[in-house]
């Protein structure tokens, strides 16, 4: 478990870039100690924990890349068609030793290991075949449809790199380098909960005057798709002396503290008060719209990450800001996702000095160009901006009004949480 001073994350700037919020925290926090052995088929999203080294050559001997007849270069004529014998004939799977290649032409099929002393194959559909015998013509090049030994990756070569964040891709790269399992990083547990009198567990009867508890749920989901083990500590009644304690609790058994709403500095707001109790809390002022300064905070050595309590507010500043710290104690190198250009559909006015996030639907146009639509409704508050677009535009600090039809970036939800 990370141990952090109480000063971990004072910032003496005024207003943080998301970058600079992202670096600073990847700086401060170190991840979480620990590894485990995990079979292939549990491995999808894990964080690797050392260098994979290849033991053999991937493709481990020559073979063919399909299906034809394989030849030495050097018995082909310098201009036009060359007429060789037959001889022999190998599919995937066969041994090749022992056949002769000097002077003739070898029936191989795709994967078949290619015979000593051949180095070129014909594809079947260039050749004609006659009796004992195949025309081979003329122009095919050294080397051409043979995939020789360690194309792929040459024994003793780094394979893949510690800090990777498995995807099925790997997970076949490693099984085809003989890998039935895989050293892997600890998954970080983190620790969420929900503050407030007015919030209801849903399943459970509306009370008068009560809402359902949205903002756990999505931050369930978020940090499970970050790498993480939720720890689900309910919903925490606003009482500053429970708080504390298990504030105090969830330190004591976990590597981050997430939450959201409850950090800001009215008389209700109870979960600031709880965390001064226990530990450190300073707000990072972030130039991000939807969101609010972002609570960062340490108790006993744990990180704790105060997000808003808005909904739309909640998704884009663990997106931008607490998804980076969740993979850097993963042990994972989180890379920013790379967004698209989209043409603006709409004008848009904004404030300088800080970047904001609309949640946009697209449409393709006669160009091709992708058009972005804004929802009717765009509050921090509105969750069907979220859940009846499918992504972001990125307006930058720097931009006032944004024309329609102007390029802007835009960023899926799915490359978000991806």
Request: with cysteine.
């Amino acid at each position: 478990m990370a141990q952090l001073s109480e000063d971990t994350f004072a910032f003496g700037g005024p207003l943080m870039s998301i970058e600079q919020a992202a670096d600073l925290a990847g700086q401060r926090i170190r991840p979480v100690e620990g590894t485990e052995q995990v079979a292939l088929a549990d491995a999808d999203g894990r964080v690797l924990a050392s260098d994979v080294v290849a033991g053999l050559d991937l493709p481990p001997f020559a073979n063919s890349a399909v299906d034809g007849y394989a030849v030495r270069f050097v018995d082909l004529a310098s201009a036009g068609e060359t007429r060789l014998a037959l001889s022999g004939r190998l599919a995937a799977g066969a041994d090749a030793a022992g056949i002769a290649t000097a002077g003739v032409a070898v029936r191989v099929f795709t994967g078949a290991p290619i015979p000593e002393g051949a180095d070129t194959i014909f594809m079947q559909e260039d050749v004609t075949a006659e009796e004992g015998f195949v025309r081979l013509p003329a122009g095919l090049k050294h080397g051409a449809n043979a995939r020789p030994a360690g194309e792929d990756i040459a024994h003793g070569e780094t394979a893949l790199s510690a800090g990777r964040r498995l995807r099925p891709q790997d997970l076949a790269l490693l099984a085809a380098l003989g890998h039935a399992s895989v050293d892997v990083r600890r998954r970080p547990r983190v620790a969420i909960f929900s503050t407030g009198d007015e919030l209801a567990e849903p399943g459970l009867p509306l009370p008068p005057a009560a809402i359902y508890d949205a903002n756990r749920a999505a931050l369930r989901a978020m940090v499970a798709r970050a790498g993480a083990d939720v720890v689900d500590l309910g919903i925490l009644r606003d009482e500053p002396g429970s708080l504390a304690g298990r504030l105090r609790e969830a330190a004591r058994g976990c590597d981050l503290i997430l939450t959201s709403g409850g950090v800001s500095t009215g008389e209700e707001d109870h979960v600031k008060a709880a965390v001064e109790r226990v530990g450190a809390l300073v707000f990072w002022r972030i130039g991000i719209k939807p969101g609010r300064p972002v609570a960062m905070g340490v108790i006993e050595g744990v990180p704790f990450i105060g997000l808003p309590g808005n909904p739309v507010a909640v998704f884009v500043t663990f997106a931008f800001v607490a998804r980076p710290v969740v993979a850097r104690l993963a042990g994972a190198a989180h890379v920013a996702p790379v967004p698209l250009p989209v043409r603006l559909g709409f004008p848009y006015l904004k404030k300088p000095g800080r970047r904001e996030y609309v949640g946009v639907s697209l449409t393709p146009a006669a160009d091709g160009v992708m058009i972005a639509s804004k929802h009717a409704q765009d509050g921090a508050g509105v969750m069907t901006s979220l859940t009846r677009t499918e992504g972001l535009v990125e307006l930058a600090e720097e931009l006032t009004r944004i024309e329609a039809g102007t390029l802007v970036p835009f960023l899926a939800y799915d490359l978000l949480m991806a």
